[in-house]
């Protein structure tokens, strides 16, 4: 390899060509046109709930882990490279937490990223995320709103600003879930252009070039970015389209401007969405194709293109139309949000698994609030007050004493004994979010690790009921389990509850068995 790999063709190895379709200096193109890349970066949770730690996953050799895995492999390199520097990107707080464990370094490099921004343009060009990776559509709107609280506390501790725009998972979105980020000052967040059902105007497609607002409730509003659907396809999953930066930008990226805005001089932006570890992780020197793409003078800017953020070009190029939605839709379903809930042909096999462990956890939800409410109810002046800021404390953000005098009943720290409960009903309502990561209902069987990691989470969330309350949520709960079955072995969810690794005796309820 070359001392320079950024002028070599990742796929070839040879020098990169100096005719790559369209030479600069014959390009056609001007300063009206607008190139950004988006990386979603995100991990869900592998951590065991009960030991905190991450068990030896044989896949990811010669790393113990995947996070170690991907971190080598992208999240590393791409911040040596500056690549966070020059694209708008969000980074899951699920991953953050661990990365600040185990790379402190590369995190650190993350937010100085962003910081740059802010000291350079007046705005960042990192969005939050919501907690865990929810599909909020199918989530309470309690649940959506600690979702969207814990995302906007996370990033604000991180980053040192509060969120202008906020990434969905999955871009699930439907109106509710755009009112809370409204509500708390989010501006903005990005979609598929098939989520968009059409604009006021007119029931013409809408222009993926441009933002658009989107009314809400009682006046409120907020804009939307549409990536551009077929260039952000073929970047994840065209490998050739990305074996060469130069020849991208010259040959791909002008294919997808306004024709008519082209025309009349009049800025667009091509926004590319994809998720962040495709660049290094799953498609191996991706990163180096990013570094080329977005920086200096090289690649999109040698083209015709300026390399920006969406917080940039949002502040100076306000929506002018409105959009209606299609909801609740997602960027990965063709079937609103039917992957995550009732199941769909989205994915290999016989879904029907999900919709039964969907009802499991539910209902274990349900159970785990009335338990909270219930039992808080002499330490807490309002339980989902404090349930939005139990991140703050949990991670030690906030000081114990000013937690319980804002949210305690009575404005000061209850008994020891008190406060310990409290804590153990927070600590169960944190798992019992995590337990509706979306990852335990992307894939195609039960019998995989993700909708097992789910389980663990929902089993910890019981065991943290029982050591406070001595309440047994476990029967129900694997009695639900009964009905959900991996269509490969046919094993059952209970089954795949009673799998998971021992923990000492005492903190579970007597499993009878049934």
Avoid at 333 to 339: I, L, M, N, Q, T
Avoid at 434 to 447: N, R, W
Wanted: glycine fraction near 8%; proline fraction near 6%; aromatic fraction near 10%.
């Amino acid at each position: 390899m070359a001392s320079n790999p950024l002028s070599f063709s990742v796929a070839t190895g040879q020098r990169l060509a100096e005719d790559a379709g369209t030479s600069p200096s014959t390009s056609a193109l001007s300063a009206h046109q607008f190139l950004c890349v988006y990386g979603h970066f995100y991990q869900p949770p592998r951590e065991d709930p009960f030991t905190g730690k991450i068990p030896h996953e044989p896949g990811a050799a010669p790393f113990d882990n995947f996070n170690e895995k991907i971190t080598a492999e992208c999240y590393r390199p791409n911040a040596e490279l500056g690549n966070f520097e020059t694209i708008s990107f969000d980074l899951g707080p699920t991953l953050a937490a661990w990365l600040e464990r185990a790379h402190p370094d590369t995190l650190a490099r993350i937010i100085a990223a962003d910081k740059r921004n802010v000291a350079e343009h007046g705005v960042g060009n990192a969005l939050a995320q919501a907690y865990n990776h929810t599909i909020l559509p199918l989530a309470t709107p309690r649940d959506k709103e600690t979702q969207i609280a814990w995302g906007l506390a996370d990033f604000a501790h991180r980053f040192g600003r509060q969120a202008d725009g906020m990434w969905l998972a999955e871009t699930a979105v439907d109106l509710e879930t755009l009112d809370i980020l409204a509500r708390r000052g989010v501006r903005y967040t990005v979609l598929a252009p098939w989520q968009a059902l059409e604009t006021t105007e007119t029931t013409e497609p809408i222009d993926p070039t441009e933002p658009y607002r989107v009314r809400l409730f009682d006046g409120r509003s907020i804009s939307v970015f549409f990536y551009n659907g077929p260039l952000s396809g073929s970047v994840s999953f065209d490998s050739g389209a990305t074996n060469n930066a130069d020849t991208f930008a010259a040959s791909s990226l002008p294919h997808h401007l306004n024709p008519q805005k082209v025309a009349s001089q009049t800025d667009q932006m091509i926004v590319i969405a994809t998720d962040g570890e495709l660049y290094g992780h799953h498609k191996p020197w991706r990163d180096y194709f990013l570094t080329r793409l977005t920086h200096d003078d090289e690649g999109a800017r040698a083209y015709g293109f300026q390399v920006t953020s969406l917080g940039r070009y949002l502040r100076d190029h306000p929506p002018t139309r409105e959009v209606t939605l299609r909801t609740p839709s997602a960027w990965s379903c063709a079937h609103g949000v039917a992957r995550w809930g009732a199941g769909c042909n989205c994915t290999e096999g016989d879904a029907t698994w999900k919709a039964p462990l969907r009802r499991a956890f539910s209902h274990l939800g349900a159970q785990l609030d009335a338990i909270f409410i219930r039992e808080t109810a002499q330490t807490l002046a309002d339980p989902w007050a404090a349930r939005n800021a139990w991140l703050t404390l949990r991670n030690g953000w906030m000081d114990e004493d000013a937690f319980w005098k804002r949210y305690g009943a009575s404005g000061a720290r209850p008994a020891p004994a008190q406060a310990e409960r409290a804590r153990q009903l927070l600590e169960a309502q944190y798992f019992g979010q995590c337990m509706y990561t979306s990852c335990g209902f992307f894939f195609e069987d039960l019998e995989r690790i993700e909708p097992r990691n789910d389980i663990a989470f929902a089993r910890r969330a019981i065991s943290l009921i029982w050591q406070a309350t001595g309440v047994d949520l476990q029967r129900d709960f694997l009695r639900d389990l009964r009905e959900t079955h991996s269509w490969r072995t046919g094993a059952n969810g209970a089954i795949l509850y009673r799998r998971l690794p021992p923990v000492a005796s005492g903190l579970l309820p007597p499993d009878s068995g049934m």
